[in-house]
């Protein structure tokens, strides 16, 4: 798989996966309330697709093999530019 689609899945299945627990509260039942903005629902997703990621990325540091969380077990390695 080239570096370039590993790079685009690693971006892309934290945003899944915010979304999908965005969806899921929803779900459940928890609401912001009527009167919250779409800004506030936009930035609770944001914030839950950072955790993911962050929590993702560190526990890919200690166990190479977690980098599956972010949809590719291994990191995109980029070409040094002169």
Known sequence: MSDHLVSLI???VPIAVGSALAW???T???VLGDDASTALTVGVVALATAIYYAVARALE????ALGVLLGAARPPTYEQQR
């Not at 540091?61 to 190479?64: E, K, V």
């Open 10 to 12: 690693r971006t892309y």
């Open 24 to 26: 899921l509260a929803s």
């Open 28 to 30: 459940l039942g928890v």
């Open 61 to 64: 540091s200690r166990w190479p």
